[in-house]
């Protein structure tokens, strides 16, 4: 009889592993509690219309992605209903400020997640079917400040600070604008016009969005449609001056905390509620699935899913890529470093200090040995700890020129002082 395994897109998380995942969780909930975010936990499966009504109906989520099935009734007084396993939160959030009236407290609601998502894709490094987000919501009546461009930036700042703490490094955060309700018609009839004689030329997809949802035109991977996706208009230039406004304060309230970013202006992400701020982190370390998260806001969902006007902005985090990231640091620092520098008397201990800081400040992992250990220890501690050693004595210093020995070829070379950095990187 043949195993039975997990299924694909899926994956079973075991101990140490789960102790990653623990640290991530814990740090999210200890920054968000400094921000003052309280936790929301919203069902696992919703009604199929939520998703359709709030990610889009033309959106590859809700088209291709969902996990969906009729639910029938037990008893005459349940009806059968669509129902989908989530394959985001934000609609689900949006759903139970509704359902609970939040909106009456005038308060801003500050509400974040930690939970799994499904989605049927092509699973590859860093995409799954089931896989975990971390996600905050700022949602509130306008009376309670919930459209300020303020809110945006203080977002981005937290995900800035949580990233930090969790020792993420080389992130990258992208800012747009998709504009406002009332930029978007404009937008769309632009792009429609546009795409009347390029669409024809573009993938299949692409044809049918071109008349359904032409913004979703500019989601598409396919590469051979990159280059006609460059020739279309941008979101930029239809903006009106108060969508401008919005954006330039988001970019000041950034620049006066520090928060480094790019402005990206095809940066229109995939689901159809996005308003105004648009953003994702990304981190080179991850492959073609780039981004760590995503969010943006959301000034029309609460309306368009039957509730009060209750402009919001917010992002998740993709826990897996978090994690996949944190293993891949770690993995790289515990690997030898680059060199090992060994003084070869103590009269050469403080040029070789000299050295090593220079080398370190070009970027290189450096080891620093003692002009009081003998030559045969240095080596010793040397091949343990680095790839490769450099030899400071008397004569390389008037000389200027050091000698680098390669641990695994075994390949000894002389190398100029300001050649250095370049012959330690090469491998
Ligand atoms: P999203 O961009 O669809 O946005 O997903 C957010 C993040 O979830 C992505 O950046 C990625 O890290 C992770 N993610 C998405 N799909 C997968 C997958 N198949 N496997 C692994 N990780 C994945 C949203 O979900 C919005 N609800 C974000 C938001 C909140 N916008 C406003 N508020």
Known sequence: MSTLKAVRGTRDLLPPETELWNFVEETARRVFARYNFGEIRTPIFEDTGLFARGVGEETDIVSK?????????????????????????????????????????????KLYYIGPQFRRERPQKGRYRQFYQIGAEVIGPPSAGSESPLRDAEVLEMLATLLDELGIQGWK?????????S??????????EALRDKAPLMCVDCQRR?????????????PEDQPIIETLPKIADYLDEDSKAHFAAVCAALDACGVRYDVDPRLVRGLDYYTRTTFEFTHGGLGAQNALLGGGRYDGLSEAL????????????????LILT???????????????????????????????????????????????????????????????????GEDELKSGILTVKDFASGEQVKVAWAELATALRSR
């Open 65 to 109: 992605e969902m996990y969906t099935w009729e639910d029938r009734a037990r008893a005459q007084s349940e009806k059968s209903q669509s129902l989908t396993l989530r394959p985001e939160n934000t609609a689900g959030v949006v759903r139970a400020y509704i359902e609970h009236k939040l909106g009456e407290t005038g308060l801003l609601q």
């Open 173 to 181: 955060l992208v800012i747009n604008s998709v504009g406002s309700s």
């Open 183 to 192: 930029d978007r018609p404009r937008y769309i009839a632009a792009l429609r």
């Open 210 to 222: 071109a008349e359904t949802n032409p913004l979703r035109v500019l989601d598409c991977k396919v």
């Open 306 to 321: 039957g509730g009060p006007k209750a402009p919001g902005i917010g992002f998740a985090m993709g826990e897996d890529r």
């Open 326 to 392: 944190l293993q891949a640091q770690a993995a790289q620092q515990s690997a030898p470093a680059d060199a090992y520098l060994a003084p070869l008397g103590e009269a050469q201990n403080a040029a070789a200090l000299g050295l090593a800081r220079e080398l370190r400040r070009a970027g290189l992992r450096i080891e620093l040995g003692d002009g009081g250990f003998r030559l045969k220890k240095s080596f010793e501690i040397g091949n343990k700890l680095a790839r490769k050693i450099i030899l400071l």
